[in-house]
């Protein structure tokens, strides 16, 4: 792989054993559109790591042997890059780049971000905002990036908002992140600016330690993706950003609860097809709907129907993806059975009691936030959360087992 950037324009080059197929680190499969990408709202003299790794959350899924940038990197980078992936990347000969002392939140608006915000009040956030490719036509029009966009400008807080349309670099399974890190190439281009050391990202108890997403009913500590022992997180902290989950301990329905509670609450949004609120009848909408039925304690309020192929995997077998979040809503909602969620109360032997250790903050999440941000996180958890007790956290290390 051959990267070049031209101010904060990237394009690259697949050498001939690299494939325009790949995998995402969650082994999720993907496919290349186009080899060109850029980064608006950024300044173009970062440190040379940051560009590298800017780049490699984009073309990490292509590149199979070696990686050369258009300009010296340090020889951290390079090894983190070689620990991580078996990649030999160069040419080294940058010096590293410090960590700085700012924590920044990855901002989207979304439920576990703005309770990954309200963690650290003072935090400026960083918005990724998906703009059109120059080449690449955009057949997803209903997803409103400008109205995120323009919430995220309502909070408040000091707010970047960096533009790329990285996301038309994949072909399949549709527009989006190469790697799930690819939301943070802006920020990274921007971590001299604003003196990041540090980088927040909403991922909840399920995604960071539950195997959320595609490694349903693990038990995972050495998450890929976002242990800090991971190769991700050594390598983003080989450029001097570590990689911080300020609600990695808490459920979904925490950060529900704690998002909804927020001053913030007026700027949360999770579904991007409506314009003047959550469309209500896409899947997303319906297990966050779950989630916060159960959160209030009423009954599910919703226009999805058990023929909705929407509905259709939560007709099926478990696991389910956030299957903690299903028994959660199972056990709470009043009168689940009379929904389309019935079916899969078949599987499950749920009750309160058997979901309560969802409601506290899993204590190792807290232990690997950087020492410098760890006491604030821990005592807004001890203040709004809690923690697990002893039996709470072997529920959650023996998740899946
Ligand atoms: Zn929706």
Not at 124 to 152: E, M, T
Not at 290 to 305: F, G, K, W, Y
Request: with cysteine.
């Amino acid at each position: 792989m051959r990267v070049t950037w031209t101010g904060t324009d990237l394009s690259f080059r697949l050498d001939p054993d690299d494939e325009i197929t790949g995998k995402a680190s969650d082994d999720h499969p993907v496919k290349l559109a186009t080899n060109s990408c850029s980064i608006g709202g950024v300044p173009d003299d970062a440190h040379p790591d940051l560009f590298a790794l800017a780049a490699w959350t984009i073309v990490a899924p292509w590149t199979r042997r070696r990686i050369t940038f258009d300009r010296a990197i340090s020889a951290e980078l390079a090894a983190a890059l070689h620990d991580g992936w078996g990649i030999e990347a160069g040419p080294v000969g940058a010096e590293p780049r410090e960590a700085g002392r700012t924590l920044a939140i990855s901002y989207s608006g979304g439920a576990d971000s703005v309770a990954a915000a309200t963690v650290y009040p003072q935090a400026p956030f960083v918005h990724f905002r998906r703009v059109p490719h120059r080449r690449v036509p955009n057949r997803w029009p209903h997803y409103r990036s400008d109205v995120l966009a323009k919430l995220a400008a309502k909070t408040g807080r000091e707010l970047n908002v960096v533009t790329s349309d990285l996301e038309f670099t994949l072909a399949e399974p549709r527009p989006g992140y190469p790697e799930h890190h690819a939301v943070a190439a802006g920020a990274l281009l921007m971590a001299d600016r604003l003196d990041l050391g540090g980088l927040g990202f909403g991922y909840e108890l399920g995604s960071r330690w539950l195997g959320g997403g595609r490694y349903l009913w693990r038990y995972t500590p050495d998450n890929v993706m976002w242990s800090p022992h991971g190769r991700w997180g050594r390598l983003f902290a080989s450029a001097g950003v570590h990689l911080v989950l300020p609600v990695g301990g808490v459920s979904e329905a925490v950060t529900m609860r704690l998002a909804m509670r927020s001053d913030l609450k007026d700027h949360v949004r999770w579904c991007l097809r409506g314009t003047d609120g959550p469309c209500r009848v896409c899947g997303k909408c319906l297990y966050k709907e779950l989630i916060q039925a159960a959160v209030e304690r009423r009954p599910l309020d919703t226009p999805i129907t058990a023929d909705r192929p929407v509905a259709r995997k939560w007709l099926r077998k478990p696991p389910y993806g956030g299957q903690e979040m299903i028994e959660y809503g199972l056990a709470r909602v009043p009168g689940i059975d009379k929904t389309l969620f019935a079916g899969a109360l078949d599987y499950f032997e749920v009750s309160e009691e058997s979901t309560s250790w969802l409601e506290h903050c899993y204590p190792k999440a807290i232990e690997e936030i950087p020492a410098q941000w760890r006491d604030e996180a821990a005592a807004f958890m001890a203040a709004n959360v809690g923690f697990m007790t002893e039996d709470e956290v072997r529920r959650v290390e023996t998740w899946g087992s």
